[in-house]
């Protein structure tokens, strides 16, 4: 006979806090159902299920994209990372992600580039000067001082 569980017994279970838990209800991925109280409670393959769901929000992908993998969610971790139960689509999916994080880390390494070139010339100016104070006065510096 499954046993079932309090949203706060959940939430400690699994480290995530009980408004993380509302809202993946919102969003289709968990389920509850309500005591004679009124009071959510949750079977004991939840605790999986909230940890996947934390994984896959963790790496960056989506509500939506977790729903398409809601078949593997109650498995244990290491089940659940090669479950093939989910859409061929999922595949594509995570490839599609992480395009687009690879997409984000080269735009952020333009962004470090850059800035490591600005602080690189402002210590060339003037080795002697803290750094903020380089940074301070070369965002107020106008171009014919």
């Not at 929000?57 to 398409?68: F, W």
């Not at 600005?118 to 750094?131: C, N, S």
């Not at 380089?134 to 106008?142: E, F, I, P, S």
């Amino acid at each position: 006979m499954a046993t079932s569980m309090l949203i706060g017994e959940l939430a400690e279970r699994t480290g995530v806090s009980k408004r993380s838990l509302r809202y993946y209800e919102q969003q289709g991925l968990l389920a509850s159902r309500r005591s004679a109280k009124g009071w959510r409670t949750y079977e004991d393959s939840a605790v999986n299920r909230v940890r996947n769901v934390r994984e896959l929000l963790a790496a960056g992908l989506g509500t939506e994209d977790i729903r398409q993998v809601a078949p593997c969610l109650d498995m244990k971790t290491e089940a659940f990372l090669t479950c093939r139960a989910s859409p061929a689509e999922t595949l594509e999916m995570y490839e599609r992600r992480l395009a687009a994080l690879e997409e984000k880390a080269a735009e952020l390494d333009r962004y470090r580039a850059r800035l490591a070139h600005r602080i690189a010339q402002l210590r060339a100016d003037e080795p002697g000067t803290a750094l903020d104070e380089l940074l301070r006065r070369g965002a107020v510096r106008k171009p014919d001082a």
